[in-house]
Structure formats: C-alpha cells, structure tokens
C-alpha cells in the first residue's frame, strides 16, 4: 500500500528532497532506509510533524556520518541505542538510528538491544499506531509497511500495545498511552485496557525510575492537551499507583481544567515568555499538596533547581499566600505588588485559579501595571542629589516606588525634588 498522495501532499517539496537523498545514499551503500515512528503516524492523521526519525537497515553511524559531511550538517555523537543526530540550517534535526529489536531483563529495566531488520524494529514499539514505516530506498519509496496494522488501528482511535508483556517491559508506556490518548482522543482497545489495567494494579510504574517518569510527566505537562491528560491520569489511577501523594482530589482536577482558560488570559496580560506554560501544568500535580508530600515528590523526580522551586511554592505557599492577598485591595497596590513580586510566573497562575473574582482582577491588575512601575532614578543619581551612600538609597528607592504605586511622584522631576527633600531632611536631623 502506499499512502502517496498524503505522503506527497503533507510533506514539504524540500523535506521530500532530504528522504529521497538519504534514501539514495541508502541504496548506493547497500541499505534500506525507512522513515519510522511518530511522524508515519501523524501523517496518516493529515498532522503537521516535524520529527525526522531514519531506521536504518545497515551500518546507521556510517550512513549518518557519510550524509553529515555531504550536506555540511553537524552529528552528534550516537546516543546510547546508537541514534545518530545530525543538525543543519537547511532541515533542522534529523535522527538516524540502525534497525534493532530488543529484550528486558528486568521489568521497568532499559532492554539489552541487537541488530534486526525492519519488520522486528516495528515489533519492539508501544502501539500499533507507532508501528508504521514508509520506505524511502528509491523504486519504493513512499511504500507503507504496516505489518502490526497500525492503520487499522487508527481509523476509529485505538491504542493497541503489541504483546501481552508490553507495559511489564516497559512501564513508560503507560504514561505514553495516557500522552496519546489525550493528544489525540484516542482510547485503549479493550484488550490494551485490562492490561492498563492490570500494569496500574501491580504498580508497574514503580519499577521505573524516578528520573523516567519526570522526563514522561514533562512531556504529558508540555501536551496541548493536558488537562485532558490529567483527566486521564485520575480515572485510570495511574500516578496514585507510584506514590498517594499523587492523588487527585475533586479540587486539584477543578484546578487543572481552570489553568487552561487562566493560561488564556495570562497570554493577554502578562508580559511575553513571562510564563513557561508547561510549568504551569507540570505544578498541577503539586498543587497543595502540603510540605511533606512535596518533598518527597521532589526527592523522588529529582526535579531541577527551578521547576523544584515553582512546585514547593504550587504545594506550599499557594495556600498561605491566597488568604493574604484575600485581605487586600486595589487601594493598597504596593502592598499587592511587593506579595506578588516574590512569586514565581508559574507559581502566580496558580493563585490566580485558586482565586476569587477581586483576586482575580488584582492579579491582572498588577500584571498590567503594578509590576511595570519602577523609579525613574537609579541609586547612582539618588546618590548625586545629595543622599548619602549607604541603605538610605534602599530605602529611598521603596519609598518612591510605594508613591508611584499611590499615582504620586508621576515624572522624573517629582522623583528628582522627592529626593532632594529627603536628603535635605536627613541632613537637618
Ligand atoms: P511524539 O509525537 O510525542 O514525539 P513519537 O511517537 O514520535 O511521539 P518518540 O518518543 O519520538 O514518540 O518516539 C519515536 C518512536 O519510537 C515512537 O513512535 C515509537 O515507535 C518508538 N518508541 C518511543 N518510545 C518507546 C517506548 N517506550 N517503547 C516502545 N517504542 C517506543
């Protein structure tokens, strides 16, 4: 079968032009090169990827290399499974990896890898949707090989794991099937659902390592979906079966499905990159969950420096600080500005969700305007109208911030005789 049209119509003339040169190099060395994975599948679906994953049937590091030096791309050097990446101007990032199968040791384990050819290469993966590839080797290329019927599959929306052991293997892959299933509004074909099933009850997923089950969460956290995901997530149980502290009460999911519409208008009002969105997603798992709880998911996913400060902030401080800003009002602007200062982008849409309507405005308030104000003057020029060095700066520099929040000292000038007042009082005293 081929899927032609689609293949020619979805994909760009130049990226056409990329397949068919490696496909050509493929020939000249003597190998068969398909194009695997995720991008099949999206391309069946009419879905924009830009994912360039190369099996290989045949020395993958020489071909790579032999490409790398015609187009004057940079490779990386192989990953671990012997994936070689190359990187150009011309068509961003490809990967080439050999064709291989693979076997577990132990369950939740990285497999021991051997060289196979493409029919095994397509047995080793998650689901019969992913299991697809296009040949590329000329007089072939475009052909569909699909011999786990990952097409059938996706017409009506199944998952479909491709052998009984599949989660057992690999645990990761439930998380995967959960990224998919709400990518896409796919569900699990029955007999992929009892073994989920199965995979939650014996908590497959604890095998794995923490760092593992960061690097999937992640990635669930970076999906357009991911409220949906985390729906998901809860009626499935998967996350309680690692750690309780995982648990979704009725408000964590309220919250989830309200950042989507926070997220929003945080877009409208919030400078531009202040806020990473899949930040703000990822922080949903830790959204009051309290100290101890926190700690120990932050232990365990081994979270980086600053993701590990907005999700302490997302369990902990979330629920002091809203009461706090609850007991202000647009009248005290630098009294809201200096709360909201010291939270975390990420951290601050939480509390906008966990909010009521005046908390609400008051955080778009300062987002808009609050967080903008600043004193004119620098400590340098403070210092040149009289002031002497010292924390007197520090504190002057409060002060004709907090004026400036009360709409006084408007210009440069209000802030410049201000000064000079103090620094005239200071000297009389
Ligand atoms: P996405 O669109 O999210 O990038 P993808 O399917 O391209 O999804 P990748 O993680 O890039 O996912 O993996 C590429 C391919 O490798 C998958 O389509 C699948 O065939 C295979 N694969 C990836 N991870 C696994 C896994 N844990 N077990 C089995 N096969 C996997």
Known sequence: MKIGRTFRKTLPPATHELLRAIGMLSRDLGYRAYLVGGIVRDLMLGRENVDLDIAIEGDAERLARTFARKTGSRMHSPTRFGTCKLESKAFGTLDIAATRGESYRASGALPNVVPAQIGEDLCRRDFSINAMALSLNPGSYGRLLDPLKGAVDLKPGKLRVLHAHSFEDDPTRMLRGIRFAARYGFTFERGTSLLFGEGVDRAFLKRVSGK?????????????????????????????????????????????????KAIDVFGESAPTGFLEEWRAWFAVFFAGVGRRKCDRLVAYLNLPKELRKICTWTAVELRRTLPRLERLDSSRAYRVTKLLSDVPPEGLIHLYVAGGRRERNLILTYLNDWMHVRPVLTGGQIVGLGVARGPQVGRIIESILKLKLSGKLLTRADEASYVRRRAGSARES
Not at 221 to 226: M, V
Not at 238 to 247: C, H, Q, R, T, W
């Open 212 to 260: 593992r089950i960061f690097t999937e969460l992640k990635l669930l956290s970076r999906e357009q979906e991911a409220a949906r995901a985390f729906v998901l997530l809860r009626r499935h149980k998967v996350l309680e079966s690692i750690d309780p502290a995982f648990g979704w009460s009725e408000w964590k999911l309220k919250h989830a499905r309200r950042l989507e």
